[in-house]
T-cell receptor, first 112, second 109 residues
Framework: DAGVIQSPRHEVTEMGQEVTLRCKPI?????LFWYRQTMMRGLELLIY????????DSGMPEDRFSAKMPNASFSTLKIQPSEPRDSAVYFC??????????FGPGTRLTVL | AQRVTQPEKLLSVFKGAPVELKCNYS??????LFWYVQYSRQRLQLLLR??SRESIKGFTADLNKGETSFHLKKPFAQEEDSAMYYC???????????FGKGTKLTVNP
């Protein structure tokens, strides 16, 4: 198993553009998490899904952020419009039941 | 509110010296505590969890409910231990984790 897969690995975009980050969880895992990592705030949970259903999106910073999980093997995190303060590393993680969370390699987003 | 505090942003020790990475938590329920590690250019991975009470790569961590702490310790640090370490608090079956801001450990030769 390749583990959690994220794409793209790096994204550079201009302020105002739409950004879509993608995640493929480990097959068979039923929970998926999106995190944002910055120097100032560390690792923050943005949203998580259980069996494809969003359970807690209280960490989503504002309406510009949205996340979907149309099926068990795919999730997206969208930022529209993007702003320079959104620059960060975005991690996706997946988990099976009460086991550990497995993290993807992250997407480094730079908004100019 | 649930909170995890890692007071040291940076920690530097020499090879062979003992190392302790501090973690304090705030949670009214029954906590589940974890340590995650991120080596350079690698993904975040679980190092250990308090319920398993095991030693991984020579690291141990004891949950102290009285002091609400879960400090990570290793008696003799190695250069390959240099990494970013995150303490995390699980709630209600650990579905959701609250992470500390992390401590960057550097082990010098």
């Amino acid at each position: 198993d390749a583990g959690v897969i994220q794409s793209p690995r790096h994204e550079v975009t201009e302020m105002g553009q739409e950004v879509t980050l993608r995640c493929k969880p480990i097959s068979g895992h039923n929970s998926l998490f999106w995190y944002r990592q910055t120097m100032m705030r560390g690792l923050e949970l943005l949203i998580y899904f259980n069996n494809n259903v969003p359970i807690d999106d209280s960490g989503m910073p504002e309406d510009r952020f949205s996340a979907k999980m149309p099926n068990a093997s795919f999730s997206t995190l969208k930022i529209q419009p993007s702003e320079p303060r959104d620059s960060a590393v975005y991690f996706c993680a997946s988990r099976l039941a009460a086991n550990e969370q497995f993290f993807g390699p992250g997407t480094r987003l730079t908004v100019l | 509110a649930q909170r995890v505090t890692q007071p040291e942003k940076l920690l530097s020790v020499f090879k062979g010296a003992p190392v302790e990475l501090k973690c304090n938590y705030s949670y009214s329920g029954s906590p589940e505590l974890f340590w995650y590690v991120q080596y350079s250019r690698q993904r975040l991975q679980l190092l250990l969890r308090h319920i398993s009470r095991e030693s991984i790569k020579g690291f141990t961590a004891d949950l102290n409910k009285g002091e609400t702490s879960f400090h990570l310790k290793k008696p003799f640090a190695q250069e390959e231990d240099s990494a970013m370490y995150y303490c995390a608090l699980g709630q209600g079956g650990s579905e959701k984790l609250v992470f500390g801001k992390g401590t960057k450990l550097t082990v010098n030769p």
